[in-house]
């Protein structure tokens, strides 16, 4: 047993989003924390979409709370639930309706993760809808989304770039749901090496609702789950982090298929971080890729792209830039830089703000 | 001699989420999701494969299917459990 003052709210955290791992310390908080450090506790727990396994943390007994936390705990947890059940039928209905106009998806992330990563849906939270899409399908599957009422939250920066260059495309429903169409897994190269194509040739199948649904292969969902937790924000969420561990553990991939496709990608560092924080951060031991990640060193080369995604020299124009050199010709080269310094659509001021920072951090050490 | 009494499953489209003690189903066209009783719960687990008021009863270990077949008539009536005759 554990004092809960003996922990900080980042070890609670991590705790509660490490539950039910194999070979988790067994660590039960004895009392209930004080009214301060509780609602600490459950503001991050809602950012961090964790409220799921905070219901299975206090479900097995591993964390004492008064009637009133439980009370908060289970509201926090039946509103995410009851967003998580009108996403997964927004879901079904874009994917029903790209598919009458010929349009394949696979499923990622949230629901996808929610049905086949864990032994209950209702584990997993998520706060938006998450469909890979070819880059040739991508401008139609923007252009339905938008006739059903959405509306796209940045515009193509020039015509064509969708196709060949981004990440995906955010498109917002009328009711507010995020929809995320992604083309690859990350901006910049790390996306731009990958061969989306190659997505489409396997896949796994989920029943949502009495339809069946493609999510990714089991390896190729893994190298998603990394990619995500290393690159889709500048600091990992807990959510991505235990997504990365409940897979190595549960070890239903093949390992030296992964390894191989990320090398082909150019991805292997991001795998190999995704996994030391996985373990490091929920202190599980992640099985044969654990020790084949804590056996690899980076380059220099690839420490410098990594800065871009994460910490505090994260930029999403160091990124973009840094992507250059993954664009295959000359001519496709020229496309892509005078979609990135000379956009055609309206851009924001704060976006422009954004590429003058980033182009600063790029060639601003030479002129020091 | 045939058994003439309905039979009770639930709808095979609806969507839902189990949550600590209560089952959260949306019904199809619904815009947001109803919460079940603790009972109502109790019975939606039931409700996997077809199976009669008096059944779910007997399972529920209640001695009349009156609440039962009240039950059923809301969830039918929500469009999230199916009645066959």
């Not at chain 1, 009458?100 to 992330?109: D, F, Q, S, Y």
């Not at chain 2, 019975?43 to 199976?51: R, V």
Request: proline share 4%; hydrophobic share 45%; net charge neutral.
């Amino acid at each position: 047993m554990t004092s809960a003052t003996a922990m900080t709210i980042t070890d609670l955290l991590a705790d509660v989003a490490a539950v039910g791992l194999p070979g988790v310390a067994d660590r039960e908080i004895e009392s209930p924390l004080d009214d301060r450090r509780w609602r600490s506790l459950l503001v991050s727990v809602a950012d961090q979409r964790l409220s799921g396994f905070l219901m299975e943390t206090i479900s097995l007994a591993e964390m004492a709370v008064t009637p009133e936390q439980l009370a908060e705990a289970v509201s926090l947890h039946r509103e995410a639930m009851s967003l998580a059940l009108v996403l997964d039928r927004t879901l079904l209905e874009v994917v029903g309706c790209f598919a009458e106009h010929g349009i394949a998806t696979r499923v990622l992330k949230g629901s996808a993760h929610a049905h086949l990563l864990y032994p209950d849906p209702a584990l997993r939270s998520f706060g938006d809808i998450d469909l890979l899409v070819r880059g040739a399908d991508l401008p139609k599957a923007v252009e339905l989304l938008v006739a059903a009422g959405g509306r796209r939250r940045h515009p193509e920066p020039r015509r064509g770039f969708d196709r060949r260059f981004t990440k995906g495309a955010c498109v917002v429903t009328a009711p507010g749901y995020e929809i995320d169409l992604h083309r690859t897994f990350a901006s910049g190269r790390f996306g731009l090496q990958m061969d989306p194509e190659a997505l489409f040739e396997r896949s796994e199948a989920y029943d949502l609702g009495g339809c069946t649904l493609e999510a990714l292969a089991a390896e190729e969902r893994f190298l998603h789950a990394c990619y995500h937790a290393v690159l889709g924000s500048a600091q990992p969420r807990l959510s991505a982090l235990r997504d990365v561990a409940q897979m190595a553990i549960a070890g239903r991939f093949d390992s030296d298929r992964v390894l191989s496709i990320a090398e082909r990608w150019g991805g292997e560092c991001v795998v190999a971080k995704a996994v030391l924080a996985a373990s490091t951060t929920l202190s599980v031991d992640a099985g044969p890729i654990g020790s084949w990640a804590a056996g690899r060193r980076e380059t220099d080369s690839e420490q410098r792209v990594l800065a871009g995604y994460m910490g505090d020299t994260r930029n999403s124009a160091v990124q973009a830039l840094a992507g250059i050199t993954a664009v295959p010709n000359t001519r496709a080269r020229l496309d892509y830089l005078l979609a990135l310094v000379l956009p055609t659509s309206t851009s924001s001021e704060g976006r422009l703000r954004r590429w003058r920072r980033g182009w600063r951090a790029l060639v601003g050490g030479r002129h020091r | 001699m045939t058994n003439r009494e309905p039979v009770f499953r639930r709808g095979h489209r609806v969507l839902w989420r189990r949550s600590y003690d209560t089952v959260l189903v949306l019904p199809p066209g619904a815009v947001s999701p109803l919460s079940l009783s603790r009972a109502g719960s109790a019975l939606w687990d039931l409700l996997y494969d077809w199976s009669t008021a008096d059944e779910l009863a007997r399972e529920l270990g209640v001695e009349s299917a009156h609440g039962v077949d009240a039950a059923l008539a809301d969830m039918v009536r929500a469009t999230v459990v199916t009645r066959q005759e």
